[in-house]
């Protein structure tokens, strides 16, 4: 048994004495210290976690047990927290503008919008302006100080319709319709007109939020459905403390200086074009470039280690995705379909992944085991139905690039894959200067319902995965009930340079594919066998990982990326033909360069380069004429002196046959 389940039994034990008390009362009963610091509790039932928190309030029951969620308690507590901040939000602006229409507020965890949100319709088509956010959470810190109790009410679902309807809130009834059961549970915010239909929990009350900020205000339709009623959302964000808002303040500036939207126009990266449509990028030559540079990167580390590249087209047959189950899982995020001018009853789709193209690869030809391993690559562009206000620049658009492979091999082979996929990773993360943080993704420990396939599957490949974790020595995270529905995976977060954190690589088990296309290969039995598929992705997609980027390094590219490595400067116009010959020479040799030939003064030369993030000035006047030489200016480091453009060569080519991070 482990600890936590210890724990929690000797705990059930004091709550069994104990029916009729309240989740604080027992949690005072085990500790004084950090009952005073709980905004909520884990409960647990004979000594099995639940998946929600429950209020203080909670009565606890024979069988149960509970623990102080604390703001040391990672997401589960800030979500309660968020939520109740959204909560005083909507108390905020009922009392400030009576008759507005409340919509829904829910936590948000890493959405660099805001911590949560709320959306209103404004009595008599009025509308929020920015300027409408200081009195708004200036009334949320008046909230605040009158440490106001978040209550819970129940009531019977035909009681809570009739008392939305009587309010005026004709959203709610719908909500209440549609997801209640007979019982329905609201909140109230003591002293106020606020209540909402809500599972909760929440905090015990308003005295427990210590440092909030309004931060947007945005368009929002109801239930993100463009048909229906217009609506206006208010971002905020809430923390445990001043100093962690202050940290976050800060860090969002930073983040907005280094915006990939507004750096892809500065740098002439890549744009979007309004006559094409939303989501879909147009990649500059810069940008083009850089993406050229990280594909032959790519390819000559996949070649080296016997990776296949194969194409796939654009369109197919709708029958390939209800085969795959895609369409059955994900029509919302398809485009619709294209009938067949010469046969209407066929369907073609464009495609939204590359996975169900190479299982038709393999199946091309009878395989045997001794063709196993099979891996299949493709920079394979998909598309997705992005609604337009979701759209995000590079970070979500409606098409993209897929970096995935598919990997076909035996059970005896899963584990050595997965490692040459965990040390690939490893490869390219380190080549681009992140640091990284691995999950692995695995089945709820008891409800199995969801989960596509038998124990006896699960078991191998989620003992498959670990094993080859602990083979690589790579530290990681074990994620309940986070794994796919076909199968375990193992994902990877890195960490910029400003310490936020994405979602990249992935590698998947997936063996309930391989059962619906009926692929097979032949093993050493002469007799028919399944073999297991891996889905792998390193970049996850070229535009959301150049996008991620542009934003590590300020637009400031590492040499080996940069679109123009040096550029030549000359201090005055007869010096031009000086700055050509050095431009073809280090052309010739292969690096990226370009000389600056315009009448201008050599500083205002100077500040386009620093603007442009150019790593290399080279600057020539009468004395590097003369001696052949080059003095280099670094983008960073200012002047460092004279040199030869031989020997300036290289340097250059040292820092890009090395990958360097810096100059």
């Known amino acids: 048994m482990s600890e936590t389940a210890v724990n929690a039994e000797q705990v059930n034990q004091q709550s069994s004495n104990s029916s009729g008390l309240s989740a604080l009362e ?50 589960d507590a800030l979500e309660v927290y968020r939520h109740s901040t959204a909560h005083l939000l ?44 200081p009195k708004i959470e200036k009334r949320m810190k008046d909230l605040i100080k009158r440490n ?36 329905v549970s609201c909140y109230t915010i003591e002293g106020t007109p606020f209540v909402d239909f809500c599972l909760g929990p929440h905090i015990p009350s308003t005295g427990k939020i210590k440092a909030i900020k309004l931060l947007s205000i945005a368009g929002a339709h109801w239930k993100g459905d463009e048909s229906r009623e217009q609506m206006q959302r208010i971002y905020g964000t809430s923390f445990f403390s001043q100093e962690e808002l202050d940290e976050w303040i800060r860090q969002k500036e930073e983040a907005e200086k280094r915006d990939h939207r507004r750096l892809g126009q500065e740098l002439d990266l890549f744009s979007f074009s309004d006559a094409i449509g939303p989501g879909l990028v147009l990649w500059h030559p810069n940008g083009a470039l850089i993406r050229k540079v990280i594909e032959q990167f790519l390819n000559e580390e996949l070649y080296r280690r016997g990776y296949s590249f194969v194409n796939t087209p654009h369109v197919t047959q709708s029958e390939l995705f209800r085969i795959s189950g895609h369409l059955e899982n994900y029509q919302e995020g398809l485009y619709p379909p294209m009938t067949d001018k010469e046969n209407e009853q ?7 992944m590359n996975c169900p193209f190479h299982i038709q690869i393999y199946k091309s030809r009878q395989r045997s085991y001794r063709d196993l391993p099979q891996r299949y690559a493709e920079y394979g562009m998909v598309y997705r139905y992005e609604r ?59 409800d199995h319902s969801k989960y596509l396939g038998s124990d006896e599957v699960w078991t191998m490949a989620e003992d498959a995965l670990t094993k080859a974790l602990n083979e690589y020595g790579l530290p990681y995270a074990r994620m309940e009930d986070e794994a796919a529905f076909y ?40 007799k028919p066998h399944q073999p297991i598929m891996v889905h792998r992705a390193i970049l996850g997609s070229f535009e959301r990982f150049f996008g991620i980027l542009i934003e590590h390094y300020a637009g400031a590219f590492p040499v080996w990326l940069a679109p123009v490595q040096a550029i030549v400067l000359p201090i005055s116009d007869r010096f031009n033909e000086r700055a050509v010959e050095v431009e073809r020479q280090l052309q010739s040799e292969g690096h990226r360069v370009q000389a600056d030939l315009r009448s201008e003064k050599i500083g205002a030369k100077i500040r386009d380069a620093q603007l442009k993030k150019i790593p290399f000035m080279l600057v020539i006047g009468e004395r590097e004429a003369e001696s052949g030489a080059v003095a280099v200016r670094d983008r960073v480091k200012g002047d460092t002196g004279a040199v030869s453009v031989a020997e300036f060569s290289a340097r250059l080519k040292e820092l890009v046959g090395t990958r360097a991070l810096q100059t």
């Open 346 to 352: 066929i369907e073609y789709r464009m495609k939204p």
């Open 487 to 526: 199968g375990p995976k193992i994902d990877f977060k890195v960490v910029d340079a400003i310490k936020r954190t994405w979602q990249l690589s992935t590698i998947q088990c997936d063996f309930n594919l391989p059962q619906r296309f009926g692929i097979e290969y032949i093993g050493s039995d002469n």
């Open 388 to 446: 337009s206000g979701v759209t995000h620049g590079l970070m979500r658009a409606r098409g993209f690039t897929q970096d995935d492979a598919h990997l076909f091999c035996t059970p005896e082979q899963l584990v050595s894959e997965v490692v040459a996929c965990l040390d690939l990773v490893d490869f390219v993360m380190k080549a681009f200067g992140f640091e990284y943080k691995a999950e692995l993704s695995v089945r709820h420990p008891t």
């Open 90 to 133: 909507a108390a905020a602006v009922l009392d400030l503008y009576p008759g507005t229409k409340l919509g829904i507020g829910p936590a948000l965890l890493d959405d660099p919008k805001g911590g949560f949100f709320y959306d209103f319709q404004r009595a008599g088509g009025e509308r929020f302006t920015p300027e409408d956010l």
């Open 26 to 75: 027992i949690l005072k009963q085990q500790d004084r210290e950090s009952a005073k610091r709980a905004i909520a509790a884990r409960l647990y039932q004979h000594g099995v976690r639940q998946e929600e928190p429950v209020d203080l309030s909670y009565v606890v029951r024979e069988g149960e047990s509970v623990e102080p969620l604390t703001p040391e308690s990672g997401n």
């Open 148 to 183: 106001l109790e978040y209550r819970r009410v129940e009531m019977p679902k035909a009681e809570a319709e009739k008392k939305f309807a009587e309010m005026g809130e004709p959203l709610k009834c719908e909500l209440i319709e549609e997801k209640a059961g007979a019982q």
